[in-house]
């Protein structure tokens, strides 16, 4: 054995140092009051421990008065801080006189502190170890887990017990503490087992347990409570099936509180139980869908796009969707694709984008062929919506360059356009080219705005941008925000919520694509690069592309894909940075794949749509 690793008596020793009284440099003071503690520590064993510490302590440096350095964590108990330092110390962790709660405030305060080895430990432990607890907890396990995106096994735990047993966390006696997230993901989840109206009858007990001052009797509601009851219930009504229930269920449970019903939803089901049987269902009339992401809501509002109707419109038409592929269950591969859906037409393509509630759909009302080419077609469309809860926020694109309406491939799935809407197994791209509008852009939850810097984590900034008013350049992202404490910044400043940049919504076209000339006007191509997918060495510019078919003849099957950025010719390794929307190394400001507005796909659905 050429080397001997001696830890344990190291982890002993290293602990010793914390009884120390003589050679400490640093004090920290724990807790809030009235519960406050002082620690006494070593500033270097502190600053390669913890990367979190590491940045107080570069602004808190020693000084030469002899005065010890002084730093304050107000947000962690003191005896919770006790077992951490111990670990930062020893790497040490001893759990046994600790309950699941204590351990869960552990977990917290280590990943303030940054201690991912720690943070990485104790969700395995808490998932193996306190399984009864976790799910007679779960509404607080689910709250600690989802407000840190750190806590990605915790994370995993969640969503496989809300799957797999969504009806033990209803009828959980800590139902009303539920989460509107975590009730949203139960009531959408296909494994529920319970009726429609005793679904309602939940939904309705969360909104008034979250408004305890209400009447018990909704007879007694004030114009102001439904107002408030409405808002607080507005996420959920587009998961209720409604066409579920029977008259006499919409007259009882419905009706008393029809006023938190979107007034043209009310109006319709009104009409359509009217004509029924007490006892009868709507599910002739209004035909449920069996879909993991849309609703009957976006059934209707695409049935009036289909018959060229706006939202606000009448519908004339009544439609069957018809589910024919479902990627989780039947595969993302283009082969199963063709093999199921070749020669099909009038179909619904849905696809919901991993990392975000996104939503991009396509309608094809010719059938699908397995060999390359454009389609023409007049009536195709696009769209998207924002998330799947709010139909009203959408952005609908129909096809302007009909011949190049639909692309068929042997190795593609359904796929719209030039780039508009590509899919390609369990990941596609997004890109304006042969419809009106681009219909993909960053969600306001995980988009970066771009070049800005968060002045206390030094890092692009996700999501929200808080901006000092008082000094010129100092910006912090959601989660430094609360934070005050660490950077020190002055108490007196405010802060502002920043619109997020238009420049980052989408893709930006960057630089010259270095030795790579447009084959048509033989300029050399700055921005966006069309390659084409059928000849080798064939590149058009953006403004030679928009104007195909009508380039040098080239043939029109011929389908182009889009190159946001340049290839890579000759670069340095000092070149590489930080790609502002992934954060992923890259040899500019935006990787290859967000040039390319590119996305993942966590399902997707295509149903075929026969009119009744």
Not at 20 to 45: C, L, N, Q, W
Not at 141 to 166: A, D, G, M, R, W
Not at 266 to 281: A, C, G, R, T, V
Not at 381 to 395: L, Q, R
């Amino acid at each position: 054995m050429d080397e001997g690793i001696f830890l344990p008596r190291l982890s002993q020793n290293l602990l010793k140092i914390l009884d120390d009284d003589e050679y400490y440099d640093i004090t920290i003071e724990v807790g809030s009051d009235p519960y406050v503690k002082i620690f006494r520590a070593h500033m270097v064993v502190l600053n390669y421990r913890s990367t979190y510490l590491q940045r107080i302590l570069s602004t808190n440096r020693k000084k030469n008065d002899g005065t010890l350095t002084h730093v304050k964590l107000p947000n962690i108990l003191p005896e919770i801080f006790q077992i951490i330092l111990r670990y930062i110390y020893g790497g040490r962790l001893s759990l046994k006189d600790c309950d699941t709660l204590d351990i869960i405030k552990i977990l917290i305060a280590a990943n303030e502190l940054n201690l991912q080895e720690l943070v990485g430990y104790l969700q395995i432990y808490m998932i193996k170890k306190n399984k009864n607890w976790m799910e007679q907890n779960f509404n607080l396990v689910y709250k600690t887990c989802f407000e840190n995106n750190s806590f990605l096994e915790l994370q995993k735990y969640c969503n496989n017990f809300i799957s797999k047993e969504p009806d033990k966390i209803l009828k959980s006696i800590n139902f009303s503490s539920i989460p509107e997230k975590l009730l949203i993901s139960i009531i959408q989840n296909i494994n529920l087992q319970m009726s429609e109206i005793q679904v309602w009858k939940y939904v309705i007990k969360w909104g008034l347990a979250k408004n305890p001052e209400f009447p018990s009797d909704p007879a007694s509601f004030s114009k102001e409570d439904f107002n408030v009851l409405k808002n607080t219930l507005q996420q959920f009504i587009p998961f209720i099936k409604f066409n579920n229930l029977t008259s006499k269920e919409f007259s009882d449970e419905i009706l008393p509180y029809k006023k938190v019903l979107p007034k043209e939803l009310y109006k319709e089901l009104l009409k359509k139980f009217l004509n029924l049987h007490p006892d009868s269902k709507l599910t002739d009339n209004l035909k449920n869908i069996d879909s993991k992401i849309i609703t009957f809501q976006h059934v209707e509002l695409i049935s009036r796009w289909i018959d060229k109707l706006n939202s606000t419109d009448e519908l004339t038409s009544t439609y069957e969707f018809k589910l024919i592929l479902r990627g989780s269950r039947d595969g993302f591969t283009p082969d199963k694709f063709h093999e199921i859906c070749d020669n099909q037409s009038c179909t619904l393509t849905i696809i919901k984008v991993k990392g975000n509630n996104q939503i991009l759909r396509g309608y094809n009302p010719i059938e699908w062929k397995s060999e390359r080419s454009f389609v023409t077609a007049k009536d195709s469309f696009i769209f998207s919506f924002k998330n799947g809860v709010d139909v009203n926020e959408h952005i609908l694109s129909r096809i302007v360059n009909e011949n190049y309406a639909i692309f068929n491939d042997l190795t593609y799935g359904p796929s719209f356009g030039g780039a508009d809407l590509i899919l390609r197994g369990d990941s596609g791209h997004c890109m304006k080219d042969s419809y009106e509008k681009q219909i993909r852009g960053a969600s306001s939850e995980t988009v970066l705005h771009y070049g800005i810097i968060c002045d206390c984590c030094n890092y692009t900034i996700r999501g929200e941008r808080w901006k000092c008013t008082s000094c010129k350049i100092y910006d912090l992202c959601q989660d430094c925000k609360p934070k005050l404490y660490i950077h020190l910044h002055p108490e007196d400043h405010e802060f502002k919520l920043m619109p997020h940049s238009d420049t980052s919504d989408f893709a930006p076209q960057f630089s010259v694509h270095y030795d790579v000339t447009c084959d048509s006007c033989k300029s050399k191509i700055q921005g966006m690069r069309w390659e084409c997918t059928f000849c080798e060495n064939y590149d058009l510019c953006q403004d030679c592309k928009s104007k195909l078919p009508n380039v040098d003849d080239h043939p029109n099957n011929h389908m182009f894909q889009p190159i946001g950025y340049p290839e890579v010719y000759g670069m340095s390794d000092d070149s590489e940075a930080i790609c502002d929307y992934c954060e992923s190394v890259c040899f500019d400001n935006i990787c290859y794949e967000c040039a390319n507005g590119e996305f993942s796909v966590e399902e997707y659905e295509l149903f075929q749509i026969t009119k009744k």
